[in-house]
């Protein structure tokens, strides 16, 4: 796909795409097209089409009161409904009244349309990504960077949709090893991969205890990148991400929905979708990231509940239950990066608990960290591009889910209530009292029902979300 910067539509034929905010002037008016607001008024979620001097003009309907969520959902509505129209090059009408924010939702909506579920269909491609197609944008300000800057967020949401959606018989932990090398080349980030034989050398007991059962090798993935031609001290932040490629639950095997495990290493997409954008965007930070990849599978070789195990930390843990494994392999990359990177500031991300779910529902992410500026920062950011957050308490009442008779901590506290708070806490007792922490708790946002498949799917929840935290900081 091609992008324009237009003044006019002298000459032009193809779809015009018009926003229009909800108005009660008796006529809707563009180009010498005009409605009769009994028929159309902008209101949110209604469009309204014509087809005039060979051009199909839509008509968007964005409603009184725009948020970024909202108008991003419109747009790619938008595209992925009028296909057939969009057959012929294509105008996006920019508003007088619309910010850069406001066009950026617009365009990265518009891209996000052509994601297919289908990933093993012979569908066509959607007109948007031939490569001669053109999309204009109709405005006297120069929205150029903004334009690019949404094509590249849109672009490390579709893969972070991909890399959750596609089966786990393909993305297995070598696939997201392989993922990472390929763009870190592509978008200039380093990578390294510490297989099996490595990591037994660095004694990272939880993470491989995680992946014993399967029969692919677990990777522990590290991406690092810094901008360009850098010379002064810069920002470091730490990002870690559970990317564990299928969930049976291990000899704790779970009892339902293990059809949707392939969505258990979310986490680890979007921290890989987010060092793609980071890379993209050139923004001037240093980030280190780690994704622990494994598959939770059933063996002989599992490990067993009551097994206790010594993490990368030197810190033993107690196994009360082997479907409580993201936080294991979260451990030792909290630890690995701490111990061997010291960043700033540090943020990990993970589809990790059920009560999460219980207590959200599907609408945020829960939050946990100590640092107030971080928790301020990062529900400003996830309110700013639509990806929601709110806290959840890490008070030290709560340690006495995670103490163990037999080893220095325990993976589950086999209570019905606080699940997502004892995780936490046992994230926390792996962080060495980092003073910057923050775990995001995403199971409830991160794949489920939408509007844009029959069967749940991934959201590329936390892309946006980290990448504005991180510009931000």
């Not at 796909?1 to 000459?11: C, E, F, H, I, S």
């Not at 033993?316 to 010291?342: F, M, P, W």
């Given at each position: 796909?091609?992008?324009?910067?237009?003044?006019?539509?002298?000459?032009f034929t193809g779809v015009v795409m018009v926003p229009v905010y909800e108005t009660e002037q008796a006529v809707v008016t563009f180009d010498n097209v005009s409605i009769p607001s009994k028929i159309f008024n902008g209101k949110k979620d209604t469009q309204y089409l014509l087809v005039q001097n060979d051009s199909v003009f839509i008509f968007v309907g964005?409603?009184?009161?725009?948020?970024?969520?909202?108008?991003?959902?419109?747009?790619?509505?938008?595209?992925?409904?009028?296909?057939?129209?969009?057959?012929?090059?294509?105008?996006?009408?920019?508003?007088?009244?619309?910010?850069?924010?406001?066009?950026?939702?617009?365009?990265?909506?518009?891209?996000?349309?052509?994601?297919?579920?289908?990933?093993?269909?012979?569908?066509?491609?959607?007109?948007?990504?031939?490569?001669?197609?053109?999309?204009?944008?109709?405005?006297?300000?120069?929205?150029?960077?903004?334009?690019?800057?949404?094509?590249?967020?849109?672009?490390?949401?579709?893969?972070?949709?991909?890399?959750?959606?596609?089966?786990?018989?393909?993305?297995?932990?070598?696939?997201?090893?392989?993922?990472?090398?390929?763009?870190?080349?592509?978008?200039?980030?380093?990578?390294?991969?510490?297989?099996?034989?490595?990591?037994?050398?660095?004694?990272?007991?939880?993470?491989?205890?995680?992946?014993?059962?399967?029969?692919?090798?677990?990777?522990?993935?590290?991406?690092?990148?810094?901008?360009?031609?850098?010379?002064?001290?810069?920002?470091?932040?730490?990002?870690?991400?559970?990317?564990?490629?299928?969930?049976?639950?291990?000899?704790?095997?779970?009892?339902?929905?293990?059809?949707?495990?392939?969505?258990?290493?979310?986490?680890?997409?979007?921290?890989?979708?987010?060092?793609?954008?980071?890379?993209?965007?050139?923004?001037?930070?240093?980030?280190?990231?780690?994704?622990?990849?494994?598959?939770?599978?059933?063996?002989?070789?599992?490990?067993?509940?009551?097994?206790?195990?010594?993490?990368?930390?030197?810190?033993?843990?107690?196994?009360?239950?082997?479907?409580?494994?993201?936080?294991?392999?979260?451990?030792?990359?909290?630890?690995?990066?701490?111990?061997?990177?010291?960043?700033?500031?540090?943020?990990?991300?993970?589809?990790?608990?059920?009560?999460?779910?219980?207590?959200?529902?599907?609408?945020?992410?829960?939050?946990?960290?100590?640092?107030?500026?971080?928790?301020?920062?990062?529900?400003?950011?996830?309110?700013?591009?639509?990806?929601?957050?709110?806290?959840?308490?890490?008070?030290?009442?709560?340690?006495?889910?995670?103490?163990?008779?037999?080893?220095?901590?325990?993976?589950?506290?086999?209570?019905?209530?606080?699940?997502?708070?004892?995780?936490?806490?046992?994230?926390?007792?792996?962080?060495?009292?980092?003073?910057?922490?923050?775990?995001?708790?995403?199971?409830?946002?991160?794949?489920?029902?939408?509007?844009?498949?029959?069967?749940?799917?991934?959201?590329?929840?936390?892309?946006?979300?980290?990448?504005?935290?991180?510009?931000?900081?």
């Open positions: 796909m091609k992008t324009k910067q237009v003044v006019d539509l002298n000459g964005i409603g009184k009161k725009i948020d970024y969520k909202n108008l991003k959902t419109i747009f790619r509505r938008i595209a992925k409904n009028n296909t057939t129209y969009f057959e012929k090059n294509s105008t996006l009408v920019i508003p007088l009244e619309a910010s850069e924010h406001d066009v950026e939702a617009m365009v990265s909506g518009l891209l996000l349309g052509t994601y297919d579920l289908g990933h093993f269909k012979n569908n066509i491609p959607h007109p948007f990504l031939q490569s001669d197609f053109e999309l204009q944008f109709l405005s006297t300000q120069d929205y150029t960077s903004t334009v690019n800057r949404a094509i590249k967020i849109a672009k490390a949401q579709l893969e972070t949709l991909a890399l959750v959606d596609l089966p786990p018989n393909t993305v297995n932990p070598k696939y997201l090893s392989q993922w990472a090398q390929e763009k870190g080349a592509k978008f200039g980030f380093d990578v390294k991969i510490l297989g099996r034989d490595a990591c037994e050398i660095e004694y990272m007991g939880a993470f491989l205890a995680v992946g014993k059962g399967s029969e692919n090798e677990p990777q522990f993935i590290i991406m690092s990148y810094e901008p360009q031609g850098n010379t002064t001290p810069l920002p470091h932040i730490g990002l870690v991400g559970k990317g564990i490629t299928f969930d049976t639950g291990g000899l704790n095997i779970k009892t339902a929905g293990m059809l949707h495990m392939k969505c258990d290493m979310a986490g680890g997409a979007a921290i890989l979708g987010t060092m793609q954008l980071i890379a993209d965007l050139q923004l001037p930070v240093q980030v280190t990231a780690i994704v622990p990849c494994a598959e939770n599978a059933v063996d002989a070789k599992s490990f067993y509940p009551s097994d206790v195990i010594t993490s990368y930390s030197g810190k033993t843990i107690e196994i009360v239950d082997t479907d409580a494994e993201g936080r294991l392999v979260l451990a030792d990359g909290l630890s690995y990066l701490i111990k061997n990177y010291q960043p700033d500031y540090i943020v990990d991300v993970a589809t990790l608990t059920g009560s999460a779910v219980g207590t959200f529902g599907y609408e945020c992410a829960a939050l946990f960290t100590n640092n107030v500026e971080m928790s301020q920062k990062i529900q400003l950011a996830g309110d700013a591009v639509g990806e929601r957050v709110w806290p959840l308490p890490l008070w030290d009442e709560y340690k006495s889910d995670i103490e163990s008779d037999i080893a220095d901590v325990m993976n589950f506290s086999g209570k019905p209530v606080a699940g997502a708070i004892s995780a936490a806490k046992f994230l926390e007792f792996f962080t060495n009292e980092h003073k910057a922490w923050a775990h995001l708790d995403i199971a409830g946002v991160a794949f489920g029902d939408g509007e844009f498949a029959k069967t749940k799917h991934a959201s590329a929840y936390g892309v946006h979300l980290l990448t504005k935290f991180i510009e931000n900081i």
